[in-house]
């Protein structure tokens, strides 16, 4: 399969639990199987069938990162395929901490909507945005 082929399907395996966590929040079956961490394993496994094959090169890049080397790293249809999947995998992980624990704190399902869809598109941002209004919870209880 090439990289193309498999940048466009990766999205696949995240897909169906960030459906979960944004639109169907209350549904039983949600919380049942996000509470798993496996949900993020698909897009993990892709991404280390993907960068086994290069781990020596993969490695010596992130171990000593130059601004060239991670160039050239990511400036391959294969270094952005494995990068994409990795984003995939990681952001996941993140999103099902924030919904959790939200659920936990009896954050609002209409607060966690934005912020679950910012983590999805960009990562840390979503994140840091749950971290403020996890924080005004946590204030407000106090």
């Given at each position: 399969m090439d990289m193309q082929t498999i940048f466009s399907l990766s999205f696949l395996l995240v897909a169906p639990f960030?459906?979960?966590m944004i639109a169907l929040p209350h549904w039983s079956w949600t919380k049942r199987i996000i509470a798993s961490?496996?949900?993020?394993?698909?897009?993990?496994?892709?991404?280390?069938?993907?960068?086994?094959?290069?781990?020596?090169?993969?490695?010596?890049?992130?171990?000593?990162?130059q601004?060239?080397?991670?160039?050239a790293l990511l400036g391959t249809p294969e270094g952005a395929t494995i990068g994409w999947v990795h984003?995939?995998?990681?952001?996941?992980?993140?999103?099902?901490?924030?919904?959790?624990?939200?659920r936990e704190r009896k954050i609002s399902a209409w607060i966690m909507a934005p912020i679950l869809f910012f983590v999805l598109m960009l990562g840390p941002v979503g994140f840091v945005a749950y971290l403020g209004v996890r924080q005004i919870g946590v204030m407000r209880n106090a």
């Amino acid at each position: 399969m090439d990289m193309q082929t498999i940048f466009s399907l990766s999205f696949l395996l995240v897909a169906p639990f960030w459906l979960l966590m944004i639109a169907l929040p209350h549904w039983s079956w949600t919380k049942r199987i996000i509470a798993s961490p496996w949900v993020a394993a698909p897009a993990a496994l892709l991404y280390a069938v993907l960068v086994l094959p290069s781990v020596g090169s993969v490695f010596a890049a992130v171990s000593s990162p130059q601004l060239d080397g991670i160039m050239a790293l990511l400036g391959t249809p294969e270094g952005a395929t494995i990068g994409w999947v990795h984003f995939l995998a990681f952001d996941l992980f993140v999103a099902r901490w924030a919904y959790l624990d939200s659920r936990e704190r009896k954050i609002s399902a209409w607060i966690m909507a934005p912020i679950l869809f910012f983590v999805l598109m960009l990562g840390p941002v979503g994140f840091v945005a749950y971290l403020g209004v996890r924080q005004i919870g946590v204030m407000r209880n106090a």
